[in-house]
């Protein structure tokens, strides 16, 4: 009896080989051919799952994009649970915006891969429209919890200006890392990171 291929979990293991090819070898080597190589498949097998490179490579980023934002949307949850202004609070914020840093393998290899999309983007429009998914949804929670930090009064152009400023944070401290792991740690990320929230606060 021939083995049922479970096509879902085909299409994620494909997914993953891109990713990792992109998180050492860059986005360019991510051919069908080399995808395929990785993924322990023929170049037929990658094609009977998609049609060509580009679809490849869309659902590719959409597939880090959707990875990323469910472990923001967890975090979020949690912080929702959270006093206002309370040490827990800050603690779950905290929590919250690092899942957009390199910490760990994980997070490294898709912060990569994330800034690797949105970089080629500017110049392969089949890649657009996940990279402006992408900066809207993480914009949006970004902007959430500005507002749980900033005081109540504040007007609505001074929030969005905060929400700017996180996000260029966020955005430098990820590159950072990824650039020069030896001296910007996971510790100071995180130090970095704690002094910008601090700065909201007060």
């Known amino acids: 009896m021939p083995k049922i291929v479970n096509a879902e979990a085909r299409r994620q293991d494909v997914v993953e080989a891109v990713w990792r090819i992109i998180a050492v070898d860059g986005l360019e080597r991510a051919s069908l051919r080399e995808v395929a190589d990785e993924a322990g498949l023929a170049v037929g097998s990658v094609r009977h799952y998609f049609a060509g490179s580009e679809e490849l490579l869309a659902y590719s980023f959409a597939r880090v994009i959707d990875s990323i934002v469910a ?4 975090a979020l949850v949690a912080l929702q649970k959270t006093p206002p202004a309370s040490a827990e609070h800050r603690r779950a914020v905290l929590t919250l915006l690092s899942e957009l840093l390199p910490l760990d393998e994980q997070r490294a290899v898709e912060a ?5 999309f949105r970089n080629a983007a500017r110049i392969k429009p089949f890649l657009g429209a996940e990279a402006d998914r992408s900066h809207r949804e993480v ?4 902007g959430r919890v500005v507002t749980t930090l900033v005081p109540a009064d504040e007007p ?5 200006v905060e929400a700017e400023r996180l996000l260029a944070t ?4 990820c590159m950072h890392a990824l650039l020069q792991p030896g001296w910007m740690t996971a510790r100071m ?3 970095v990171l704690e002094r910008h929230l601090e700065g909201l606060e007060s």
């Open 71 to 74: 472990r923001l949307d967890r």
């Open 170 to 173: 966020l955005d430098g401290l």
């Open 156 to 160: 609505e152009e001074i929030l969005v």
């Open 112 to 116: 990569c891969v994330w800034m690797a």
């Open 189 to 191: 990320c995180l130090d």
């Open 139 to 142: 914009a949006a929670l970004v």
